[in-house]
């Protein structure tokens, strides 16, 4: 990865946080973006020096839309996104309510594509990004209505971004990851008690009977944004320890 520049969405915790130390260890210049002040300032002191910080929250429609602005005063050119950030709000369709519908949107779709579209001058060619949807979007799964709704999005743009942008030589695939130990569990809204038993309910489907790691996803986020991955496009990769067969 070596002279490459690498932009990161949601890049101070969990899968965002673990591709930022792969890519950077593997000789990337990393940018990373976030929102929240606490966890941006410990993804300070964990990520090497050379990994540069920015606030930026997707779910605001003009900070998205100034992320290319934001980008340009760092470097002139991003050979890979990964637009990673996201958010889950997980319950029953009576308790789902239209902010937790906007919220999730927001954040999980409506950034990354208007981001996209700011930081479009900035790709050269070749380049390549990677959009992070989950597993969720092809299982029905209570609970989960509107967030697997946002992925399946996530999924769609990943399909007709990457005919729209490959005549200019920018390759567009999606992962969709199944459950990854990382932070975003505390942030789903579940009773404690609720969480444990959606926790081992979901390490139960796998085929490993675990979870995985953010660094085993990092890791094919790191093959995708390589020039290893060059003849792979508008794909849709699984990493979920088998979840959807069972
Ligand atoms: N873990 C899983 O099992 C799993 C499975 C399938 C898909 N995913 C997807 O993987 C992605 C990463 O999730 P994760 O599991 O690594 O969770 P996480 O640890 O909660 O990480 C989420 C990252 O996104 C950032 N973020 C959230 N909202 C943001 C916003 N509005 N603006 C900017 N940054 C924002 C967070 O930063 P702040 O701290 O600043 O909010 C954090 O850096 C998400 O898109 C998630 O849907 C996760």
Redesign the pocket.
Known sequence: MKNKTILI?????????ASAKLLSAAGAKVIV????PT??AAARQELPANVLILK?????LADAQALGTEVKKLTDKIDGIFF?????QFGPIEAMTPQNYDDMFN??VR?PYFQLQSLLTLLPNPSAIVL?????AELGFPTTTI?AAT?AAVVSLGKSLAVELAPRGVRVNTL??????????N?LGFPPEAQKGFEDHMASMSLFKR?GT?EEVAKLVRFLLSDDSSYIIGENITIDGGVRLT
């Open positions: 969405t949601g890049g101070t915790t969990g899968i965002g946080l973006t976030g929102r929240n966890t941006l930026s929250d997707s779910g605001n990673n950030a996201g958010i889950g954040v999980n950034g992070n949807a989950s597993v969720v967030y992925k969709s990851p199944g459950p990854i130990t990382t932070p975003i569990y942030k979870f953010a």
